[in-house]
């Protein structure tokens, strides 16, 4: 046999089964042209069944079936448009006397008629259609449909066997419903392989949506002539009397069956299934019965995609509801990729599976049965390469994957919803391998042989119980399944991309943010500088001594920082007597009288960080031009809760120079007039009496807490030194000074030294004090947290190995810098002489 002859599934699949050139014998064929005039072709029993002459090629149909047949004929050739729905005339009288019933349909520039002898059983298609179709109409499950159908078949038409026949993924078919003659060998749940139904076959299947086959060993009847003019052949895709294959006849007669029936199930335009019937002895259906059945299974298909649309229906709608409620928390999330992670078993309850993970950002996220971190990416990055954006599923990995891409070990089903069109971010949902025992009818591996029928694969013989293991396969996602996916595909792409114009406009709104940020820096240091210059230049006592002068204007430098750090720390809000503390106290001296009166309220964070700033520009002003700028000034800041549970605060100066207004406004009188109406929506003014400045501001009540009901009065007085202690002799001591700034570190070393410490060493990086600590060993250490390039950290784990003590000193308003587990100490730079010293005592006395 030549090497372009190997038989294989595909000679199956090449058979021209639409044009075998021949009948089954239960009717006879008449083929005319598009109009009906002349006979062209007609089988080979047409002139003995129909009565009429034997050469009828060339004949006017008139002519050989009377003209009131002719043209009756004629009408329904007119009729029948779509050759799949044949015009059809019952209980026709021919001039013979015999009554025939007659199906019409025109196809290929050819009017097909097919003639069937009544068979004498007086049943109506509509009538017996509706009583089909009205056992099953209210049927709401599709389990209850196919179990109620094969019952209803089988009692109205009489087949032996009626089964349902299901087509799975790869093409094979799985009985799912069975109704049999009870000494019959039942094939429910037995699979039946692809190359069962050629692919020729199932496409007419599509076609011709009902198949009779009446007897397995009938002869079959050729059409005369087999070829026209032109050498092609009668296309009977769309005849019900289209002969069978004889492949397909030995195929039943091994099964031991003589009459066949089978309905196509059609759900989307893709054949779902088969209504199969088997009859163990030869059998015929009447035309009437033929339609009722045609018409149950249209009504069947129907009913069962609406059926499969209703449980997907169900399902997306439980998860909709789940994945509303999603959305709604989502839109109140700022870091989405966190929400995300933390959701993964609400995922896992929409779509079921083992596993899920989540590949976002280069990180990896998973709970149940998932595949290791390394392994997720490299499937990532391959579905980026093939999905195109899409739900990618498979229930085969080790088959779906392309070479060299290995599925992770016992992970054989996965769903990939991608989280945008064009990233390599992926939600997976895994499923581990189930392996199953298929019950097939016979061995589906069919065998090669030559014979009377051509080479060709021949028809097992045996559909005894043939049990396959089969493994590396999960359970198969059903299109429930992928409509979930899609769902969720759908609302995460959503979030993202919002998330994604939410991050892009508060990126605008943050450059802009960070434009006035560093206006709003450049005024603050230009006060800060201003401040401390005025208070350098500030007048002193007769009798005050250099010294004393200094340490007083290190205080005074050392409350405003503190100030300073109170803004900047109020992430959380604060209480407003301690802000105004903060903000006031550089600036209290012994001639100088400030007074704060009011109940405990609390700011929350956005009124509190207004008010600093408000605040701070109020006292910052009263020190340059107003009250608190001269000895004998007064300052009194008065507030309560109004009546509609706003806060009013009444900032009033007295005993300085005169006041004017301004002639132009800076940048200090806009944020003073404009921020409380701004920001918080609520009210401020400023009066520029002779006698000194008066001030108003409003607060709304949505950003105030009452701490408390009583009015307190208290004096803002200086910052008192720390408690005293008995220190030591320091000068023996060894003490280790990590500090990157020269000028600061110079400082330090002169505080020491005034304090006793002669033996001080100097590092301005980590990695010059851990080679100090090479050499020698210190008493105690003082370390910057921030050393510029890097951090202290691992000068301060070597002192904790070696158990040497030691304080952190930070310009930072927090500890978030320093590790939880690293309790020590922590000194607030600018330094503060007496807290350094004291803390340097405290420990070395302890010790």
Not at 70 to 90: F, G, V
Request: include cysteine; hydrophobic fraction near 40%; aromatic fraction near 6%.
């Amino acid at each position: 046999m030549p090497e372009s002859q190997t038989v294989d599934l595909s000679n199956c699949d090449r058979e021209p089964i639409h044009v075998p050139g021949s009948i089954q014998p239960h009717g006879c064929l008449i083929a005319c042209d598009p109009s009906g005039t002349s006979v062209l072709r007609h089988s080979a029993n047409a002139p003995a069944m129909l009565e009429i002459p034997e050469d009828l090629n060339g004949q006017r149909l008139d002519e050989v079936l009377g003209g009131e047949v002719a043209h009756t004929l004629r009408n329904a050739i007119a009729t029948s448009s779509d050759p799949a729905r044949p015009a059809l005339r019952h209980n026709v009288l021919l001039p013979c006397g015999q009554r025939f019933d007659v199906s019409i349909h025109v196809f290929d520039g050819n009017a097909i008629l097919e003639f069937e002898p009544v068979m004498g059983d007086t049943d109506q298609p509509l009538e017996v259609a509706r009583m089909l179709i009205s056992r099953v109409r209210n049927i709401g499950t599709v389990d209850q449909l196919v179990e109620r159908s094969t019952r209803l078949i089988h009692a109205l038409l009489g087949y032996d066997r009626v089964m349902i026949y299901r087509f799975e993924k790869d093409g094979a078919g799985k009985v799912i419903s069975e109704h049999k003659r009870r000494d019959l060998e039942s094939f429910k749940g037995q699979y039946f392989p692809a190359s069962d139904i050629p692919k020729q076959a199932r496409i007419l299947y599509l076609k011709n949506t009902i198949r009779v086959i009446s007897n397995a060993d009938n002869t079959r009847v050729n059409i005369l002539p087999e070829l026209d003019e032109a050498g092609h052949p009668l296309d009977l895709s769309f005849a019900h009397l289209r002969s069978v294959s004889p492949v397909h006849c030995e195929y039943l007669r091994n099964m031991g069956v003589s009459a066949s029936m089978s309905i196509s199930i059609i759900v989307d335009g893709e054949l779902w299934g088969l209504i199969a019937c088997h009859h163990y002895s030869p059998k015929s259906l009447s035309m009437p019965q033929r339609i009722a059945a045609e018409t149950f299974g249209e009504f069947f298909s129907l009913h069962l995609s609406a059926l499969r649309q209703k449980e997907v229906g169900e399902k997306s709608r439980e998860v909709r509801v789940a994945l509303d409620r999603f959305l709604q928390v989502a839109s109140h999330q700022a870091d989405i990729r966190a929400l995300f992670r933390a959701s993964l078993d609400e995922f896992r309850a929409m779509l079921p599976s083992d596993g899920v993970g989540l590949w976002l950002g280069g990180v990896w996220t998973a709970i149940g049965a998932t595949p290791r971190q390394d392994e997720a990416a490299v499937l990532a990055e391959m579905l980026a390469e093939i999905s195109a954006g899409k739900v990618w599923q498979s229930h085969k990995l080790s088959a779906d994957l392309p070479d060299p891409v290995r599925p992770p070990e016992g992970i054989c089903g996965v769903v990939a919803v991608p989280l945008s069109q064009r990233s390599r971010d992926y939600l997976f949902f895994f499923r581990r391998e189930v392996v199953q025992t298929l019950n097939w009818a016979g061995n589906p591996d069919k065998s090669y042989s030559v014979g009377p029928l051509g080479d060709r694969l021949t028809p097992r013989k045996s559909f005894a119980l043939w049990k396959e293991t089969v493994r590396d396969q999960a359970q198969p996602w059903s299109e429930a399944d992928m409509e979930v996916a899609d769902a969720i595909r759908s609302v995460l792409v959503e979030i993202v991309l919002h998330h994604n114009e939410l991050i892009a406009d508060e990126r605008g709104k943050a450059d802009v943010r960070q434009r006035m940020l560093n206006e709003e820096l450049n005024h603050r240091v230009k006060n800060i500088l201003s401040v401390i210059k005025s208070l350098i230049g500030s007048p002193t006592e007769t009798q005050q001594d250099l010294e004393s002068y200094v340490e007083s204007l290190k205080g005074r430098v050392q409350a405003l920082s503190l100030a300073h750090d109170q803004i900047v720390r109020s992430g959380d809000g604060g209480m407003l007597r301690e802000l105004l503390q903060a903000e006031l106290r550089p600036y209290q001296t012994g001639d100088r009288d400030i007074l704060l009166q009011g109940p405990p309220v609390w700011l929350d964070a956005r009124s509190f960080s207004v008010m600093a700033l408000v605040l701070h520009e109020m006292a910052t002003n009263a020190a340059k031009y107003g009250g608190l700028s001269v000895s004998g000034g007064n300052l009194s800041v008065r507030w309560c809760r109004g009546e509609t549970d706003d806060c009013e605060i009444w900032w009033s100066e007295s005993g300085g120079p005169a006041v004017t207004a301004p002639v132009r406004k800076g940048f200090g009188s806009v944020l003073i007039g404009r921020s409380v109406s701004y920001e918080l929506g609520g009210r401020s003014q400023i009066d520029y009496h002779e006698g000194g400045l008066q001030g108003y501001f409003c607060i709304p009540p949505r950003h105030i807490q009452a701490g408390g009901d009583d009015d307190e009065i208290q004096s803002v007085e200086a910052e008192a030194d720390d408690e005293t202690f008995a220190r030591p002799d320091f000068s023996e001591v060894e003490l280790l000074l990590v500090e990157d700034q020269m000028l600061i570190a110079a400082d330090v070393e002169t505080i020491l030294a005034d304090h006793g410490f002669d033996r001080v060493t100097t590092a301005p990086s980590a990695a010059e004090a851990l080679r100090h600590l090479e050499r020698y060993t210190p008493h105690i250490a003082i370390l910057d947290v921030n050393l510029g390039n890097g951090t202290s950290m691992p000068v301060a784990q070597e002192l904790l190995r070696r158990e040497i003590p030691f304080v952190f000193a930070t310009g930072y308003s927090d500890r978030s810098i320093i590790p939880e587990n690293l309790d020590v100490p922590v000194l607030r730079k600018p330094y503060e002489t007496s807290a350094l010293i004291h803390a340097l005592g405290k420990i070395l006395a302890s010790r």
